[in-house]
């Protein structure tokens, strides 16, 4: 007999003899001449309903079986008489694979997300962390499908890099172990080799090589994990995170502000036709606001401001922020978050950044004082994309690195790409966990990743 997903038989059209399901039990209830069994099988957030009558001749079994073991049933797809669940499975036989001790930590009531977070490789059998998973996978795929169908190219940009494209210094190093291994405490390691005796780390964006992508194939993206050493505790900040990055040849900042418009668009549409399911049980228990949120957001033509407008706004507001804000000054996420959620209520896209908070990458605006720099901040978030037209004047670049003490020399393909059929260029990055934040209202990053990097957090 051929195992079914329980996703395929709660859409099931018509009754079916003779299925077969595995899966691990929600809960069991116990009545007279017959058993109640919920099993969940991850495929979707529904369970299964068994119903189990005491003639079974593994009845007796059952009676052990606890929340947490796994079990294979087979038996027929029948109308379920009870209420909530439109199927259930008439046991004929059950097997069961594994049986949990009483100590399984996911017992039937409601757990904190601080406490799931410590058994971070558990809590995917939750509901609520396996719709999160669920619509992360769907939205991957929405992603590349996204970029797919406009032509854009997928570019696997490396991880291990001797550039770093932010300039924050906020770097992981790489280095090469090699052996003899110390024997006793006393000796060290030697640290000193690096990346076969280069200097190496971890990307931080997959920006740069992307640009020479785009400089040979027109529209590309990458999409892949990207490393932060910031030894903070934030609410929207790991030091591991997924970015999608797409770059853009012949393009400009507004063409650029409207692909990341459009792009955010999609994917909230995507997940509100495509996961419903699994989007019902944020909007039930974590938001009660998510759909309308979303759809707000979907209809909306995001606000468009230049930062020294954006500046101008925060200073007249009335509000006393934690970090006073002035002009010249980064934006910090109360001040984003002013701005989108309760000033323009709406996304907002700011512009023409002062060059001397923003990397060398990006373009010289005429003023010469601020740059082609566009972040969309987003309700509740804040910063969800940072991007920029990218500065393809050699001569302007070079001036730029030169006063921002960057060595040339190591950027020298990068400036190959200046030398040789440059063109005007843009792109941006969108934070994957922060996407999927705001599509969830899950106000805790550490939630939508499988298992978080943060400081203190690398057990599983
Ligand atoms: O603004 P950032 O630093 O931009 C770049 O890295 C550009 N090189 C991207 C590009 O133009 N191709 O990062 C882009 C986005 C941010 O807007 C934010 O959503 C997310 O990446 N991000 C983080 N997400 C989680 N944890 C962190 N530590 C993050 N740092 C940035
Ligand atoms: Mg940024």
Redesign the pocket.
């Known amino acids: 007999m051929k195992r079914i997903k329980i996703l395929q038989l709660i859409n099931s059209e018509k009754v079916l003899d003779d299925v077969l399901i595995k899966g691990w039990i929600r809960t069991k209830r116990d009545s007279k001449n017959f058993s109640f069994i919920e099993i969940n099988d991850g495929s979707c957030l529904k369970n299964m309903q068994v119903v189990v009558d005491e003639n079974l001749p593994s009845y007796a079994d059952l009676k052990k079986v606890t929340t947490g073991s796994a079990i294979a049933v087979s038996g027929d797809l029948v109308p379920s008489k009870g209420s909530g669940q439109k199927w259930e499975v008439l046991a004929k036989s059950i097997e069961i694979i594994s049986l949990a001790p009483d100590t399984y930590p996911l017992q039937k009531k409601r757990h904190s997300d601080e406490f799931l977070r410590s058994i971070a490789h558990l809590r995917p059998r939750t509901n609520k962390y396996g719709s999160i998973f669920r619509i992360r996978s769907e939205l991957s795929w929405a992603v590349h499908n996204y970029f797919r169908e406009r032509g854009f190219r997928y570019i696997h940009t490396p991880i291990i890099t001797g550039s770093d ?2 300039g ?1 210094g ?1 770097l992981f190093r790489v280095t090469t172990l090699t052996p003899p291994f110390p024997t006793t405490p006393d000796e060290k390691i030697d640290f000193s080799t690096d990346f076969f005796g280069a200097e190496s780390n971890l990307t ?5 090589s ?1 640009e020479m992508f785009a400089l040979s194939l027109g529209d590309v993206y990458t999409f892949g994990p ?1 490393f ?1 050493a ?1 030894n ?1 505790n934030t609410s ?4 591991e ?1 997924w ?1 999608i ?3 853009m040849a012949f393009c400009d900042l507004i063409e650029n502000m409207d692909l990341g418009e459009d792009l955010i668009k999609f994917l909230i549409t995507f997940v509100l036709d495509n996961c419903s399911q699994d989007i019902d049980l944020f909007a039930r228990f974590v938001d009660k606001q998510l759909i309308s949120t979303l759809k707000n957001i979907v209809s909306s033509e995001f606000e468009r401001i230049p930062y020294k407008k954006a500046v101008d706004i925060l200073l007249r507001s009335n509000k006393s922020f934690t970090y006073p804000i002035s002009h010249g000054l980064d934006l910090q996420s109360e001040h984003e978050r002013y701005l989108a959620e309760q000033f323009f209520k709406k996304p907002i896209v700011i512009y023409d950044y002062p060059k001397t908070i923003k ?1 060398f ?1 990006m373009r010289m605006n005429e003023d010469d004082e601020t740059v082609a720099a566009m ?2 901040l987003v309700p509740r ?1 804040g ?6 037209q990218r500065e393809e004047r050699l001569d302007v670049l070079e001036n730029r690195m030169d006063l921002l003490g960057l060595p040339k020399e190591s950027y020298w393909w990068y400036l190959d790409s200046r030398r040789y059929g440059s063109a005007p260029h843009s ?9 999927l934040m705001l599509i969830t209202g899950v106000t805790n ?1 550490r939630d939508v990743v499988p298992f978080p990097r943060t400081p203190g957090n690398i057990d599983f």
């Not at 910063?383 to 920029?388: A, D, M, P, T, V």
């Not at 792109?427 to 996407?435: D, H, P, Q, V």
């Open positions: 494209c932010e924050a906020e931080v964006s997959g920006q740069l992307a990207t932060r910031e903070s929207r900040h790991v030091a995170f970015m990055e797409p770059e990397p990458y972040d969309i978030i910063e969800l994309i940072g991007g920029s792109g941006f990055g969108m934070g994957f966990e922060r996407l990053i």
